[in-house]
């Protein structure tokens, strides 16, 4: 048996539940890491609780994901959803409720990895209560968002704060990418210890079609050029900065060409918005014929989508790490991305797909030509996708460097010794 099997640790993501289905409302890159960084850590023996916000009365407090891993729901505040920039006032209440379960469960966590700035507060206050070793990863910094955005959400200078406190007390921070680094390094401060740990994903499951038979199954013929989204419904997506660059395609007059935008809930939820402004664009374009917006895709349906199209796009003006690009990368589809972030990283130009300047539409139409074009390269470029996804971007990959770093941050320090005087 491993020795970490009764090795504790809690995994916090007040905001983004492990649990919940991916590609809704806020649900995201966030949900899906922490999800497969929990199930890869209890693979390896570590006894894993994942803690995030309840936000409605039916769902489980306690969802059991493998006999050593399982998500647990307290509550803040009302059982409602809340968007983000609007949790900080209940995250005292998350730390009291989190200090009652170990009380009521007789457990203790010695090591407590926190998700995105909100929980990143709810470890540094455990740290002070308790001593916990904290390990942070932010998935967003708002030091650069702040600098996309127009309007900046009240909540801004509170938030620069705690991720500056974080950065310089955690016992380590876990950037996913070298560029995030130096982005912590820049704009938030000199201090504080980082190691590049990236995301992940499943090599198994991406990559597991080809893409004839993915066709055949989404019912798209061999010879359509199609090019695809997939990925929340947020204006920082650029989903408009793809659908503007497939207006200008050469493909565009062909019959041939399919554009699938996929993700995103219902008009009337909180990303119903950009989803009707972005079917309003298409519609403008007059591209509704070939454009199909699939909604949600589940991880189950993803790999078909993925196998199936010529080229996946990431258009974001800012993306910290990027899952999407991997996810189609493992399935042997090149990627058109903008040159921002994590996507500097995980997508080598003109070996593994092309960069394009955020919000350039006609750059990224020249990329998604080029590749359409080019059945050949196209081949080229996707088996070079998969084999970097490979060697540098599986769970298991991740989860065994989280878990070295872990292993190192509880060993208990070595006192320094006393030198040994000889007696003459
Ligand atoms: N996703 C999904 N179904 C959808 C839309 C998105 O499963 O309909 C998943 C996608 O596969 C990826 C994650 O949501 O794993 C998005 O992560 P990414 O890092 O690309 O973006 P984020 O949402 O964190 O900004």
Redesign the pocket.
């Known amino acids: 048996m491993n020795s970490r099997t009764e090795q504790r640790i809690a995994l916090i993501s007040v905001h983004g539940d492990p649990a919940i289905?991916?590609?809704?409302e806020?649900?995201?890159?966030?949900?899906?890491?922490v999800r497969h960084v929990g199930e890869a850590l209890a693979q390896l023996g570590w006894q894993v609780d994942m803690f995030t916000r309840k936000i409605s009365p039916e769902q489980d407090t306690i969802v059991q994901h493998h006999p050593n891993c399982r998500t647990i729901r307290l509550e803040a505040g009302a059982v409602e959803f809340v968007p983000r920039d609007n949790l900080f006032a209940y995250l005292t209440e998350f730390v009291d409720n989190f200090l009652d379960f170990q009380r009521k469960n007789g457990v203790n966590y010695p090591l407590i990895h926190t998700n995105y700035w909100l929980s990143s507060w709810v470890g540094m206050r455990l740290k002070k209560i308790q001593g916990s070793k904290q390990v942070h990863t932010y998935?967003?910094l708002g030091a650069v968002k702040y600098n996309t955005i127009k309007t900046v959400p009240l909540i801004a200078s509170t938030r620069l704060a705690v991720e500056k406190e974080v950065l310089e007390t955690a016992e380590r921070i876990v950037a996913t990418s070298p560029q995030e680094k130096e982005h912590m390094r820049s704009l938030v401060s000199t201090k504080g210890d980082i190691d590049i740990i990236p995301?992940g994903?499943d090599i198994e499951r991406f990559g597991c079609i080809n893409r004839q038979a993915a066709r055949v199954q989404l019912g798209l013929n061999p010879e359509d050029k199609v090019v695809m989204y997939?990925?929340?419904f947020?204006y920082?997506?650029g989903i408009e900065t793809l659908v503007r660059a497939v207006a200008q395609s050469r493909f565009r007059g062909e019959k041939n060409l399919k554009l699938i935008i996929?993700?995103?809930s219902r008009p009337g939820q909180s990303d119903g918005m950009e989803r009707e402004r972005i079917e309003g664009i298409v519609a403008e374009l007059g591209m509704s014929d070939f454009t199909i917006f699939?909604?949600?895709?589940?991880?189950d349906i993803?790999p078909t989508y993925y196998a199936a199209a010529d080229v996946c796009v990431?258009p974001?003006h800012y993306?910290?790490?990027?899952?999407?690009?991997i996810?189609a990368m493992a399935s042997y589809t090149p990627v058109v991305a903008s040159d921002v972030g994590g996507l500097q990283f995980t997508v080598v130009s003109e070996e593994t797909g092309l960069l394009a300047p955020p919000q350039d539409e006609a750059a990224f139409a020249v990329a998604i030509d080029r590749i359409l074009a080019n059945p050949l390269w196209r081949d080229k470029l996707g088996q070079a996708a998969r084999k970097r996804v490979e060697t540098k971007f599986s769970w298991n990959g991740v989860a065994a460097q989280l878990s070295e770093l872990y292993t190192q941050l509880l060993q208990p320090k070595v006192q320094e010794q006393e030198p040994v005087l000889l007696s003459s």
């Open positions: 289905e991916i590609g809704k806020e649900a995201g890159g966030q949900n899906v890491y998935h967003s995301c994903t997939v990925g929340r947020d920082r997506k996929g993700g995103g699939p909604g949600r895709l589940s991880q993803l990431v974001s993306e910290p790490f990027g899952l999407v690009a996810e």
